[in-house]
């Protein structure tokens, strides 16, 4: 199993920037790839951006792509969140998901960490 804890959000204004942070634990060696989800109040969790384990291969939504990057430390077990150039439509509850070798979604989650952005 793998454990996932979020860190770092808080309150922005338009414009700022934040990083936020993933800590994993647990069978890590299984990790093929993590991503970065979303959910504001009233909509559904919608995809941010992933990074491959091994590879550091990044992608990105098309809401974030110019003003996120998703970078991993695999030695710390890390995964971060850049965000610049915050927009009010990008406060939500940013979770983290891991996807282990061998399956097609992402199965373990963490608690997500609140990220509101006002104008």
């Known amino acids: 199993q793998v454990q996932l804890v979020e860190s770092g959000g808080g309150l922005v204004q338009a414009g700022d920037s934040l990083r936020v942070s993933c800590a994993a634990s647990?069978?890590?060696?299984?990790?093929?790839?993590m991503g970065w989800f979303r959910q504001a109040p009233g909509k559904e969790r919608e995809f941010v951006a992933l990074?491959?384990?091994?590879?550091?291969?990044?992608d990105y939504a098309d809401s974030v792509k110019g003003r996120f990057s998703i970078s991993r430390d695999n030695a710390k077990n890390m995964v971060y969140l850049q965000m610049n150039r915050l927009k009010p439509e990008d406060t939500a509850v940013y979770y983290c998901?891991?996807?282990?070798?061998?399956?097609?979604?992402?199965?373990?989650w963490g608690q997500g960490t609140q990220v509101t952005v006002s104008s």
């Open positions: 998901a891991a996807q282990l070798t061998s399956e097609r979604r992402y199965g373990y």
């Open positions: 647990g069978r890590t060696s299984n990790i093929n790839a």
């Open positions: 990074i491959t384990w091994s590879g550091g291969r990044p």
